[in-house]
């Protein structure tokens, strides 16, 4: 039985030691010396004296930050991935919530992690990278003290007070999951993945996990590329990708330039989504284009490890018609619930639970939120189950797929990111330029639309700047409208339902 992520990289690397699992815009890394990596930085970490703890990882994205996550999970710790572009409050409140001891960065960002983080032990990767590697006995050490159920990483998704939430996934989530997609989908060491999510956004595991375990090839397509939709598709041409998953903003991109008119990735076989809603009608431009590839909707929250739905685009759809979540992955049971006490007649709506190994561990440090989040199945009254509650409302339709409506709260998907609108609430209040505020999602035309109160304009550029040392780019406002009072309801509370009717009902 696997026990450890790290074990599909070890069976990988001995059977196509010289083939290249990784390549980025500075270096390729063939999977004998990804292992390698692997072993050098378990030694540097195992004499920091950690057992499974969380790590650190201040890397910018690179394939020298998959070489930190494999050494991290050889040695028996769970990697947690931190951004390099965020401001330095949300990776403060991150490793306040962690309470960590090591951090592994690179020479270049060795003095600022320092200044971060004084309290922690730091691993260069540059110097262990150049340590002589474990014997195999040492390694073999390393893989028999790890069990399924230890945590393989933590990612931190944003919180509704302001300060961030870490998820926790086991090994047995990762295996499963990443078993379930190679047996379902046929992926082969053949796969030239062109890699598109952050390290620190779930959507990534597909990509490394099926790379680890495969023997495909994963390419770290630089992130300015996704600007350039032109330049992108040159991209996956000059470097022969077939496979890419990605959040559909990336997707959507492409086709609002139309640039499948002019050129096509002339290699690409499939075509898989996460992380938002797909809209048919740039989804049936791809289709219209590249009538050959595979397309997969997959669906899941950070909480499941990543997926816990798919539906494998197999009919045809009007550009106005809502795309299925599809059918749950294998040993994954979905539960539509109303109130959280009883399960949705088919085309009822009730919130999406999941029930099954994909399920986190919780959140980190945090017994509160993930008591509220993952709860005593309901229909089990014999013995303890968990189940997760996503906060998001669905249906079963005629055809026995589910179908996706919508978030219950104020958390929401944004260009493939999910965020706590309080996060952000948060970060504009602490800017000490406005009074009072309100931050509503459009959702038809992916906008965050910030209502506030203050007692003139702001000026944009200085209230950017102030914003953005508390939250990352993503979560910025683009559309901005200043009250001279917010409006309230009978509670003496902002009047939330008032403003997102405007955004989202303007009639």
């Known amino acids: 039985m696997q026990k450890s992520v790290i074990e599909y990289l070890v069976r990988t690397a001995k059977r196509l030691p010289e083939k290249t699992a990784l390549v980025d815009d500075q270096a390729s890394v063939s999977f004998a010396e990804l292992l390698r990596s692997a072993f050098v930085i378990a030694d540097a970490l195992h004499e920091t004296k950690v057992s499974r703890s969380p790590v650190g990882v201040y890397i910018p994205k690179s394939a020298r930050m998959i070489q930190a996550f494999a050494g991290i999970n050889m040695s028996g710790n769970f990697y947690v991935p931190l951004d390099t572009k965020s401001p330095d409050s949300r990776i403060e409140a991150i490793l306040t919530?962690?309470?960590?001891?090591?951090?592994?960065?690179?020479?270049?960002?060795?003095?600022?992690?320092?200044?971060?983080?004084?309290?922690?032990?730091?691993?260069?990767?540059?110097?262990?990278?150049?340590?002589?590697?474990?014997?195999?006995?040492?390694?073999?050490?390393?893989?028999?003290?790890?069990?399924?159920?230890?945590?393989?990483?933590?990612?931190?998704?944003?919180?509704?007070?302001?300060?961030?939430?870490?998820?926790?996934?086991?090994?047995?989530?990762?295996?499963?999951?990443?078993?379930?997609?190679?047996?379902?989908?046929?992926?082969?060491?053949?796969?030239?993945?062109?890699?598109?999510?952050?390290?620190?956004?779930?959507?990534?595991?597909?990509?490394?996990?099926?790379?680890?375990?495969?023997?495909?090839?994963?390419?770290?397509?630089?992130?300015?590329?996704?600007?350039?939709?032109?330049k992108l598709v040159d991209y996956l041409n000059d470097h022969q990708i077939n496979f890419i998953f990605w959040v559909p903003y990336?997707?959507?991109?492409?086709?609002?330039?139309?640039?499948?008119?002019?050129?096509?990735?002339?290699?690409?076989?499939?075509?898989?989504?996460?992380?938002?809603?797909?809209?048919?009608?740039?989804?049936?431009?791809?289709?219209?284009?590249?009538?050959?590839?595979?397309?997969?909707?997959?669906?899941g929250p950070t909480e499941i490890t990543d997926a816990c739905t798919y539906?494998?685009?197999?009919?045809?759809?009007?550009?106005?018609?809502?795309l299925p979540i599809g059918k749950p992955c294998r040993n994954t049971e979905i539960l539509i619930l109303v109130d959280r006490q009883r399960l949705a007649a088919p085309g009822e709506h009730g919130e999406l639970c999941v029930r099954g190994t994909g399920l986190a561990?919780?959140?980190?440090?945090?017994?509160?939120?993930?008591?509220?989040?993952?709860?005593?199945?309901?229909?089990?009254?014999?013995?303890?189950?968990?189940?997760?509650?996503?906060?998001?409302?669905?249906?079963?339709?005629?055809?026995?797929?589910?179908?996706?409506?919508?978030?219950?709260?104020?958390?929401?998907?944004?260009?493939?990111?999910?965020?706590?609108?309080?996060?952000?609430?948060?970060?504009?209040?602490?800017?000490?330029?406005?009074d009072n505020c309100c931050i509503v999602y459009d959702r038809q035309n992916k906008k965050i639309v910030l209502f506030y109160q203050a007692a003139q304009d702001l000026d944009l550029a200085a209230f950017r700047k102030a914003v953005l040392t508390k939250i990352p780019r993503y979560m910025l406002p683009s559309e901005y409208h200043r009250e001279p009072a917010l409006r309230q309801n009978g509670s003496g509370k902002t009047d939330r339902s008032y403003y997102n009717k405007l955004i989202n009902n303007p009639t």
């Not at 539906?311 to 809502?322: A, G, H, Q």
Request: charged content about 20%; overall charge negative.
């Open 97 to 230: 919530t962690l309470q960590s001891e090591v951090i592994i960065t690179d020479a270049a960002h060795t003095e600022h992690v320092r200044q971060l983080a004084p309290q922690c032990q730091v691993v260069v990767i540059d110097d262990a990278l150049q340590r002589q590697p474990a014997t195999d006995a040492d390694a073999e050490q390393y893989l028999q003290q790890q069990i399924s159920t230890d945590a393989v990483y933590s990612v931190f998704t944003s919180g509704s007070t302001g300060t961030p939430k870490g998820v926790v996934i086991a090994h047995q989530g990762v295996i499963d999951y990443i078993d379930w997609a190679i047996e379902t989908f046929g992926i082969d060491e053949t796969a030239v993945i062109g890699n598109q999510a952050p390290f620190y956004f779930d959507n990534s595991i597909l990509d490394i996990y099926l790379m680890y375990a495969t023997g495909a090839t994963m390419d770290i397509i630089p992130e300015s590329y996704f600007s350039f939709p032109a």
């Open 250 to 299: 990336a997707l959507i991109n492409v086709a609002g330039f139309d640039i499948l008119s002019a050129k096509k990735p002339q290699y690409l076989r499939d075509v898989f989504f996460c992380g938002e809603v797909m809209p048919n009608k740039q989804l049936n431009y791809w289709r219209r284009h590249l009538p050959n590839c595979r397309y997969a909707n997959l669906y």
């Open 311 to 322: 539906y494998l685009v197999d009919r045809e759809f009007t550009d106005d018609e809502p």
């Open 361 to 434: 561990m919780g959140y980190y440090g945090d017994w509160e939120k993930t008591a509220g989040a993952f709860i005593q199945n309901p229909l089990n009254k014999h013995f303890h189950e968990r189940i997760y509650c996503t906060g998001d409302t669905a249906y079963w339709n005629e055809r026995g797929e589910i179908m996706y409506i919508g978030r219950k709260d104020a958390q929401i998907k944004h260009n493939g990111f999910r965020i706590e609108l309080g996060e952000i609430e948060n970060a504009v209040q602490s800017s000490h330029m406005v």
